[in-house]
């Protein structure tokens, strides 16, 4: 097993361009992006989709072998190629402020729309121009949880593989189909051909979303629509029915990701 312990080692500038201020574009040109933490690693070692994002090389510390051993049977660690880094190399790769000890450099996988639609999906997610990484991370991972059968993000979203998103799914990115970068007349115009209703939910939707409303529409294909953090939903054809949460409390309005997990639980755990 190799072992770097020097902070010139070429290693750290690959792991750095992934990563860094112009990560995006790199990801893009190596189709490759970086996953961090016991979790994301072990979930990518061991991925629930059929196509999945390879793990192409493991970084570890000491440490983290010892962790990742624990969880992920060693037949499986001997089919890639494990470098043994120092702490002060993790340090230096890491994009976390405490890192555990392992990173993966993965492939990435683009899923085309299509393909979705392919796949005959029961409940879509969708997100219009969602910004913040942490957001998209945490709407995957919810979106997994329910049970969802693919989350897709609109052009202008933040990067799927941003290493924050990355983070963020807690390994839901290895369970779930995600597909980006979808112009959402598209997306709209191929649900309808594919028989999926459609709902957008807004502050002032003209359904409640309540039992009532979910019982009603659990039996048939659906996508549900979300709006940017700060600006909602673009103008939707009248095909689309808008829903709002109700709410008791004062509040006006919530997060993305909370109302995200509300509705996905909800109609996920509805069928």
Not at 44 to 51: G, H, I, T
Not at 112 to 134: N, R
Request: hydrophobic share 45%; with cysteine; charged share 20%.
């Amino acid at each position: 097993m190799e072992n770097i312990t020097s902070l010139n080692s070429p290693h750290i500038e690959r792991v750095k361009a992934l990563i860094g201020s112009r990560g995006k574009k790199n990801r893009e040109l190596e189709n490759a992006f970086i996953a961090e933490g016991i979790q994301a690693v072990r979930e990518a070692l061991n991925p629930k989709l059929v196509e999945g994002l390879a793990v192409k090389r493991v970084y570890v510390t000491e440490s983290g072998m010892s962790k990742i051993a624990s969880s992920v049977d060693s037949a499986v660690l001997d089919k890639h190629e494990v470098i043994l880094v120092s702490d002060q190399v993790m340090s230096a790769m890491a994009d976390s402020e405490s890192p555990q000890g392992i990173i993966a450099l993965c492939s990435t996988k683009t899923l085309k729309l299509q393909d979705l639609w392919q796949s005959k999906p029961k409940k879509i997610a969708f997100f219009w121009q969602i910004q913040d990484p942490g957001n998209a991370g945490t709407v995957i991972r919810s979106a997994d949880a329910a049970g969802f059968d693919a989350v897709v993000f609109s052009n202008e979203s933040v990067d799927v593989f941003n290493p924050k998103t990355v983070r963020a799914t807690v390994g839901s990115l290895w369970h779930i189909p995600v597909v980006s970068d979808v112009d959402i007349n598209e997306f709209i115009t191929g649900a309808i051909e594919n028989g999926v209703s459609l709902f957008a939910l807004t502050g002032d939707g003209k359904e409640s979303f309540d039992s009532t409303f979910v019982s009603n529409i659990s039996s048939k294909p659906s996508a549900w629509i979300f709006g940017n953090e700060a600006r909602g939903l673009p103008d939707l054809p009248s095909q689309i029915s808008t829903v709002a949460i109700p709410m008791k409390g004062f509040a006006e309005s919530l997060n993305v990701a909370s109302a995200a997990a509300i509705v996905l639980h909800s109609v996920g755990l509805s069928l």
